[in-house]
């Protein structure tokens, strides 16, 4: 379900505790989704019964979690990228500079960090943007999302932790496959080339790569060397050496 945005700045509706299950499914395919870290002293201002739901909705959606004593509320280590929350339950209009002198403090610290504020009321809201604009908070950095209720906060902080997973291990994956295509092409040049010496064929070429390694060092390489390290026979050693030493069997520079 899309977001709602309400009149005014950051007030959101919408998106139930089922909204995570094809992004946690879509992770936890290949095991546990990540672990959560919850701040001791973040964790001892709360009510039981709100710690109790964390617990049950990590476990529900495969982290496991750990209360630790760390600067942030939460820091998240998902798809190899840690993602670190402050997580305000209780707006105090009157303890508004505190709030963003941390936050200041701690996007130094982290590169991916979020700031979640329970605002349920309009007075709460409206204390929220005034101290928001007041603070000369760079936009975006780091993303505020004020929520209506504190398990809306914490649904959204762990969706925002599974998302961010996910594209990681989608950006290594990625890689991985780009990695690959190139060493599948320069393997492909290297055949072409040491293929175009006469009288040697594929199986030579995997031969030299493997046992001699570049074609800058084949070049360099001795017959005997050639002849220890492969299954070549004596002509095609020969023939390997003349071809990039000998300018008579072939018009290049010669190489010393």
């Known amino acids: 379900m899309m977001m709602k945005r309400q009149a005014g700045v950051g007030r959101y509706r919408g998106e139930s505790t089922a909204s995570l299950s094809n992004s946690s499914i879509a992770i936890s395919n290949s095991g546990s989704s990540g672990v959560c870290m919850m701040s001791t002293a973040w964790r001892d201002e709360q009510q039981p019964s709100f710690i109790n739901f964390i617990s049950c909705f990590l476990s529900a959606n495969s982290f496991r979690l750990n209360i630790v004593p760390i600067a942030p509320d939460f820091i998240f280590n998902c798809g190899g990228l840690s993602i670190a929350f402050i997580f305000v339950t209780n707006w105090d209009s009157n303890l508004t500079a505190s709030v963003f002198t941390r936050v200041q403090k701690l996007k130094e610290q982290f590169a991916h960090l979020y700031v ?12 929220f943007v005034r101290s928001y604009f007041k603070s000369d908070m760079e936009f975006g950095r780091p993303t505020f999302m004020p929520v209506l209720d504190i398990e809306m906060g914490f649904e ?29 092409q320069t ?8 293929t175009s010496i006469p009288g040697i064929d594929s199986h030579d070429a995997n031969a030299l790569n493997q046992a001699v390694g570049s074609i800058e060092a084949i070049a360099k390489a001795s017959k005997e060397y050639i002849l220890e390290y492969t299954d070549l026979s004596a002509e095609k050693a020969e023939t390997i050496t003349r071809f990039f030493r000998d300018q008579s069997y072939y018009l290049g520079p010669k190489i010393s």
């Open 156 to 184: 959204k902080i762990l969706k925002i932790a599974l998302a961010r997973g996910i594209a990681k291990r989608q950006d290594a994956i990625s890689k991985l496959k780009a990695d690959r295509e190139r060493s599948v």
């Open 116 to 127: 979640v504020v329970n605002l349920p009321t309009e007075e709460q809201n409206d204390s």
């Open 187 to 194: 393997m492909d040049a290297y055949l072409r080339v040491v």
